[in-house]
Every structure is written in structure tokens, then in C-alpha cells.
């Protein structure tokens, strides 16, 4: 699987972005697809992630009820809509894919996209 993320800018803190990653390769809808992010001098960690087979999804404790992870297996595209932003949410993100669950815990992770830039302004 080939991942591709998008739609990642510059936003005032309060404001929101939607970002994609679009898969192509193999057959998307039998993999977990997930967000993690690093920020500046940081180590990389899990934001978000979507379960293939029923939809579920699993949200770090940083972003719950302000990130909604979802997919569109039709397109091959998982998205990160990202409302009340903060500063502290300055980062690259990245999309992954998993057959594993273990991705939310960010192991197992077979393929990773390459990082869309997020920044957010005080």
C-alpha cells in the first residue's frame, strides 16, 4: 500500500483543517488505517485510528471530541477532521496501515505515508 496525506497548512488556534490520505497498491479495506503525528523535538505518537471491518475508531486522549478519524473504502481514503485546534497540535502527521489492531499502540505498522505539515498559530 502507497499512502499519500494531504492537507495539511497554516491555522489560527480555534480553527480547523481536514486532512486525507489516499492508499493505493493493495486492497485498503482489509487494513486499519491510523493517524500519528510528531511534533518539533518530539517523538512520534498515535492520534487516531479506524478499524476495517466495522468502522470503530480509538482517539488519543489529547484529541478526543475535537479529531474525527474516518474512511471511505469506496476511494481508498482515510480522513482526520481536525476542529478546535491548538498550538500544541503543531506537527507533521502521518497516515499508517495495519492488518494489526496493534497499530494504536503504533506497532505493527506496515506501511506509513509520508507527513503533511500542520501548524497552528496562537
Known amino acids: 500500500v502507497q499512502l499519500q496525506a494531504s492537507g495539511g497548512g497554516l491555522v489560527q488556534a480555534g480553527g480547523l483543517l481536514k486532512l486525507s490520505c489516499a492508499a493505493s497498491?493493495?486492497?485498503?479495506?482489509?487494513?486499519?488505517m491510523a493517524w500519528f503525528r510528531q511534533a518539533p523535538g518530539k517523538e512520534r505518537e498515535f492520534v487516531a485510528a479506524a478499524r476495517w471491518f466495522d468502522g470503530t475508531t480509538y482517539y488519543a486522549d489529547s484529541v478526543k471530541g475535537r479529531f474525527t478519524i474516518s474512511r471511505d473504502n469506496a476511494k481508498n481514503t482515510v480522513y482526520l477532521q481536525m476542529d478546535s485546534l491548538k498550538p500544541e497540535d503543531t506537527a507533521i502527521y502521518y497516515c499508517?496501515?495495519?492488518?494489526?489492531?496493534?497499530?494504536?499502540?503504533?506497532?505493527?505498522?506496515?506501511?506509513w505515508g509520508k507527513g503533511t505539515l500542520v501548524t497552528v498559530s496562537s
Open positions: 497498491g493493495r486492497t485498503f479495506s482489509n487494513y486499519h
Open positions: 499508517a496501515a495495519s492488518p494489526s489492531w496493534n497499530l494504536v499502540r503504533g506497532q505493527s505498522v506496515h506501511f
